[in-house]
């Protein structure tokens, strides 16, 4: 593999002159409109789907046949690569961790929350290749570090770089995309990166040599969240808007459907859709554990700007430090969603 340039940055940065210098089509996003009870005939939406999990939730749980609107599913690596579907109109809603909707927000296409589940554990390893130490984040120092950027893994990182007292001076940074990272991590192009399940499993199961940062100290490092957010050219259409609303309750539904029952999952989604052993699927699903709803509020505008502040203090916001006044959309915060 040849590593290229980072490319997320660039890409921000020409996406904020694009922006600029267009003028925007439909109507206008207002985040006090009212959202309309029943959504109406006709109505359809594209999820941007990461490995199939929303689709397989959905189906499996029975709770996408209630929906009263057709839903297509899309398959994309990573948050950067949602972005992409966003700006093209190719989806219109997505399931990510903290870092995505920062980035559409820097990339002047701001995406706002609209639903948040906090995980039971953080469900991301920091992991050696064999013959590195890695006992703790002081052992980060001198060492090439890969990540997925423009995921949570890139703020994974810049924390355990701040809980080290390093800076990205004392480490080579080498930003990557999502499918690229375990690969790198295998052929030895890199020394360290956090990996996800069932990635972790797999490569630790392959490299049992392997080190890794001990589990209290990666997930220190983690925020555990998860957002169902959408881009504000598709909130503005009322319809869509509507879809939203019935989608996020159905997707509580959905996933209080899959931690019911564990071993029911891992038959379902792991060994049925991923075709990857169960043994492996378990191991995947403790690592990320349930998923709580979380309000949507002033609390989780404040969690995401602390997110923010730690990409800003390590320089790897383009233009300098954001706010994330905007980045949540209240409406969707009710005691009692629709049925």
């Not at 594209?46 to 490995?51: C, H, S």
């Not at 019911?260 to 990320?288: F, S």
Request: hydrophobic share 45%.
């Amino acid at each position: 593999m040849r590593f290229r340039p980072p490319r997320l940055v660039a890409a921000l940065v020409t996406a904020v002159a694009v922006t600029a210098c267009s003028a925007p089509a439909g109507p206008e996003y207002d985040p006090l409109a009212p959202i309309a009870a029943e959504v109406p005939a006709g109505t359809s939406i594209t999820v941007a789907d990461q490995q199939s999990i929303l689709k397989t939730m959905l189906t499996a749980s029975g709770e996408l046949e209630k929906l009263p609107f057709s839903v297509k599913f899309a398959d994309f690596a990573g948050g950067p690569a949602i972005l992409e579907a966003f700006r093209a109109g190719a989806a219109q809603v997505a399931v990510v961790a903290d870092v995505p909707p920062i980035h559409a927000r820097i990339a002047r296409f701001p995406s706002p929350i609209i639903k948040a589940w906090q995980q039971e554990r953080g469900g991301v390893a920091m992991v050696a290749r064999p013959g590195v130490p890695l006992r703790t984040p002081a052992d980060l120092r001198g060492r090439k570090i890969g990540y997925a950027e423009g995921t949570a893994h890139q703020a994974m990182v810049l924390r355990l770089l701040r809980i080290a007292g390093l800076s990205k001076t004392d480490v080579q940074l080498v930003p990557l995309q999502l499918t690229e990272v375990g690969e790198a991590l295998g052929a030895g192009q890199i020394d360290i990166a956090p990996l996800m399940e069932p990635i972790n499993t797999k490569y630790r199961k392959t490299h049992p040599d392997a080190q890794a940062l001990p589990d209290d100290v990666t997930q220190a490092a983690q925020s555990g969240l998860m957002f169902l957010y959408s881009p504000q050219s598709a909130l503005a259409d009322p319809a869509t808007a509507s879809a939203l609303r019935k989608l996020s309750p159905a997707l509580d539904r959905a996933r209080a459907w899959v931690d019911a029952d564990k071993e029911r999952w891992v038959q379902t989604y792991y060994a049925g859709a991923l075709k990857i052993p169960a043994a492996v699927g378990r191991i995947a699903y403790e690592g990320g554990g349930g998923w709580r709803p979380l309000p949507v509020d002033r609390a989780l505008v404040q969690r995401q700007q602390d997110t923010i502040d730690i990409l800003a203090d390590f320089n790897e916001i383009p233009g300098g430090r954001v706010s994330a006044e905007g980045s949540v959309d209240f409406r969707f915060n009710t005691d009692k969603e629709p049925s």
